[in-house]
Every structure is written in structure tokens, then in C-alpha cells.
T-cell receptor, first 111, second 114 residues
Framework: SQQGEEDPQALSIQEGENATMNCSYK?????LQWYRQNSGRGLVHLIL?????REKHSGRLRVTLDTSKKSSSLLITASRAADTASYFC???????????FGKGNQVVVIP | KAGVTQTPRYLIKTRGQQVTLSCSPI?????VSWYQQTPGQGLQFLFE???????NKGNFPGRFSGRQFSNSRSEMNVSTLELGDSALYLC?????????????FGQGTRLTVV
């Protein structure tokens, strides 16, 4: 069954603004990973947050995880035109490399 | 360090034919997973291989099969192609199995069935 599910958003923001997208899932997880995809190409790994972590940063990215609400958020600060892409969250169960993906969020950053 | 390499990048096949896609994982990675991405169904898990053994299988018909070689390279095969098999096929490489390992994806193989 589908685990990760993003809020079905299509964000259109100005360069320099922040972009926030959310993801919810249904069962207990081992970790949650966020990916970026440009125009139907491969997925670029952004960040992994473990089930015992609440927040993680990587450059302009900030990910939070709330296991009690079974949800995660990805914040991109000071967005750039190059951040225009689809963003997916994916959850992994314990002892398992099988990822369940959400439907993705389309983000358009206007220069 | 080279990333995940998938070949070919693009394929056009006719209904009823079969196709083999190849994936070379990141050096040292032992787990390879395959995913199908379509506009309608999104990203769906096909199967995972670790140490030449299939460890997990998604909900796809038996026409979809795969294997992994001793050097961790993996192939997936689709027989008796249908129009609905047109998709982007993505391969993911992980160092270990489970234990919070990140999955790194290749650029994908775009399969078009006509």
C-alpha cells in the first residue's frame, strides 16, 4: 500500500521565497527520504531522516518528522530557479529497502 | 565515485516483444531495487535484489522479472510487452539492506511500447 503521501500541491513561488511541502504516511517507518526529480529524469536524493530524529538540515533544506502524526515536511529556504522540480517523499519499513513514494509536489520557482 | 548507471536511456519496443534493462549500482553497493514511474500510478516498487537474491517483490505480473549478478549489477526483463508498460524505469542502489541506508537512483530508462 502507498505509504508516503504528499499534500497534492503545486507551488509557484518567487525566487528568494521559502517553499514548504508536507508528506504523511500510514504505518511505522524506519526512515523517510526526500527526493527531487527534474522533468521526468532520475531521482536525486536530498535527505534521509530516521524515525528517532525530529529535524534535520542540509544546506538550504530543512526536514522535520513527527512520528506521532505520521507526517514530515520539507522546507527549501531562499529558493532558486534551479529548485524548480518535483519533490517526493518516500518511506522505508524496518529491515527493508523497499520505498513507498508519495505522488510528489511540483514546485516552480519564478526568477 | 560513479553513480548508478542505467542502460539504455531510451527504448522503443512493439507490443508483444520483450525487453531487458540494465543497472550498474554504485561501487560497493549490494542492494538494487527497481521502480516503475508512470503519470497515472506514480512511482511503484517492482523488486529488490540483495546478494543475488530477490528479497522483495511488488505487485506486478509475472511478466516482470529480474536478476542480480555477483558483481551486484542487475537486469530486469519485461516479456510480452503491453502498451501500459510504457514508463520510466528507475533503478536504486543502496549500500546495505535496511538499517537506514540511503537509496540512490539512476537516470532511468524511458520505455515506450507502440
Amino acid at each position: 500500500s502507498q505509504q508516503g503521501e504528499e499534500d497534492p500541491q503545486a507551488l509557484s513561488i518567487q525566487e528568494g521565497e521559502n517553499a514548504t511541502m508536507n508528506c504523511s504516511y500510514k504505518t511505522s517507518i524506519n526512515n523517510l527520504q526526500w527526493y527531487r526529480q527534474n522533468s521526468g529524469r532520475g531521482l536525486v536524493h536530498l535527505i534521509l531522516i530516521r524515525s528517532n530524529e525530529r529535524e534535520k538540515h542540509s544546506g538550504r533544506l530543512r526536514v522535520t518528522l513527527d512520528t506521532s502524526k505520521k507526517s514530515s515536511s520539507l522546507l527549501i529556504t531562499a529558493s532558486r530557479a534551479a529548485d524548480t522540480a518535483s519533490y517526493f517523499c518516500a518511506t522505508a519499513l524496518y529491515g527493508n529497502n523497499r520505498l513507498a513514494f508519495g505522488k510528489g509536489n511540483q514546485v516552480v520557482v519564478i526568477p | 565515485k560513479a553513480g548508478v548507471t542505467q542502460t539504455p536511456r531510451y527504448l522503443i519496443k512493439t507490443r508483444g516483444q520483450q525487453v531487458t534493462l540494465s543497472c550498474s549500482p554504485i561501487s560497493g553497493h549490494r542492494s538494487v531495487s527497481w521502480y516503475q514511474q508512470t503519470p497515472g500510478q506514480g512511482l511503484q516498487f517492482l523488486f529488490e535484489y540483495f546478494s543475488e537474491t530477490q528479497r522483495n517483490k511488488g505487485n506486478f505480473p509475472g511478466r516482470f522479472s529480474g536478476r542480480q549478478f555477483s558483481n551486484s549489477r542487475s537486469e530486469m526483463n519485461v516479456s510480452t510487452l503491453e502498451l501500459g508498460d510504457s514508463a520510466l524505469y528507475l533503478c536504486a542502489s543502496s549500500l546495505y539492506r535496511g538499517a537506514d541506508t540511503e537509496a540512490f537512483f539512476g537516470q532511468g530508462t524511458r520505455l515506450t511500447v507502440v
